[in-house]
Nanobody
Framework: QVQLVESGGGLVQAGGSLRLSCAAS????????MGWFRQGTGKEREFVAG????????AYADSVKGRFTIARDNAKNTMYLQMNTLKPEDTAVYYC?????????????????WGQGTQVTVSA
């Protein structure tokens, strides 16, 4: 099994930046696609970004394209989400997810390992 732990969340003003990290343990993640999801208060969990094994393929939700960048460092067993030009609507708990498969997917049921989440709050 893979254990995932998110970090890097916090409070930031609109227009600011945060970098989230997802540290994996238990197994190497080199053969896992990984992704970020988020869930705002009273909302359903939604896809944010995904990344392939080597990082050569990525996918982003339309709402974050051009602002967020997903990356991974398999040597460190870690995935990142660089979040720039943050908006209040980005406020949510951000979850790291992983799946041992080849194709990057954007649906919740496409992943089977999840972290506990890290809170991101963007103030206006």
């Amino acid at each position: 099994q893979v254990q995932l732990v998110e970090s890097g969340g916090g409070l930031v003003q609109a227009g600011g930046s945060l970098r989230l990290s997802c540290a994996a343990s238990g197994r190497t993640i080199s053969s896992y696609i990984m992704g970020w999801f988020r869930q705002g208060t009273g909302k359903e969990r939604e896809f944010v970004a995904g990344i392939s094994w080597s990082g050569d393929r990525t996918a982003y939700a339309d709402s974050v394209k051009g602002r967020f960048t997903i990356a991974r460092d398999n040597a460190k067993n870690t995935m990142y989400l660089q979040m720039n030009t943050l908006k209040p609507e980005d406020t949510a708990v951000y979850y790291c997810a992983a799946k041992q498969r080849l194709r990057v997917v954007t649906t919740i049921d496409g992943y089977d390992y999840w972290g506990q989440g890290t809170q991101v709050t963007v103030s206006a």
